[in-house]
């Protein structure tokens, strides 16, 4: 399968515990991006990386979020002291640099902070 | 700022007949990309079909074709002779061509399709 992977697929986790997702983009793919969803709305932009930089966060992205892409390859993205409010589907995407980019994603990470 | 618009949280088809899923969407770019995707129960979402705005002829893909007026900031999808696989929620998505936020998707809240034996 050379599609986007995403690990863990679930995570349940206490409020104030700190979390990390994993995503590995289709090879060869040098744009990755991360997004969250929450439940009866559509994928709302987080972060995006072209190759291992990160050159662009949204608002949505507090000081308790991190991601990273060492090495231009696989992403990470942590959640410090997770809040009730942090439940979400954690997509995670990838694209190739050509005219007219696509992005493909993955099948996510759901997150539920008791 | 973009924003997209689905105003039909729900919608039914019966099998083997026509469904039109509406979107329209708020921009002040004159280039940018358009796209429908699918999001099966549980699955991941991947890509319907995608419509370039300096294109006037509308994008198809097997029984899958938009109505894409652009003056009026239309993006529509209509699936034909729907079968039991097309049921999923379809989000309407937003991408400028080019400059400030041309790498992130704006989507709408979704569709949810139900399809009827």
């Known amino acids: 399968d050379t599609g986007v992977s995403q690990n863990p697929r679930h995570k349940i986790t206490k409020r104030g515990q700190n979390v990390t997702f994993r995503c590995d983009p289709i090879?060869?793919?040098?744009?990755l991006y991360w997004y969250r969803q929450t439940l009866g709305q559509g994928p709302e932009f987080l972060t995006y990386?072209?190759?291992?930089?990160?050159?662009?966060k949204s608002r949505l992205l507090s000081d308790r979020f991190s991601a990273e892409r060492p090495k231009g390859s696989f992403s990470t993205l942590e959640i410090q002291r997770t809040e009730q409010g942090d439940s979400a589907m954690y997509l995670c995407?990838?694209?190739?640099?050509?005219?007219?980019?696509?992005?493909?994603f993955g099948p996510g990470t759901r997150l539920l902070v008791l | 700022a973009q924003t997209v618009t689905q105003s039909q949280p729900e919608m039914s088809v019966q099998e083997a007949e026509t469904v039109t899923l509406s979107c329209t969407y708020d921009?002040?770019?004159?280039?940018?990309?358009l796209f429908w995707y699918k999001q099966p129960p549980s699955r991941q979402m991947i890509l319907v079909i995608r419509?370039?705005?300096?294109?006037?002829q509308n994008a198809t893909e097997n029984r899958f074709s938009v109505n894409f007026q652009k003056a009026a900031k239309s993006f529509s999808l209509k699936i034909s002779d729907s079968q039991l696989g097309d049921a999923a929620m379809y989000f309407c998505?937003?991408?400028?061509?080019?400059?400030?936020?041309?790498?992130?998707?704006?989507f709408g809240k979704g569709t949810k399709l139900s399809v009827i034996p």
């Open positions: 995407a990838s694209s190739f640099r050509t005219d007219q980019e696509t992005q493909y």
């Open positions: 090879s060869e793919h040098n744009r």
């Open positions: 990386f072209q190759n291992e930089a990160q050159l662009e």
């Open positions: 921009t002040s770019e004159s280039d940018y990309y």
């Open positions: 419509q370039e705005a300096y294109k006037q």
């Open positions: 998505a937003y991408r400028p061509y080019s400059g400030a936020g041309s790498y992130q998707l704006t």
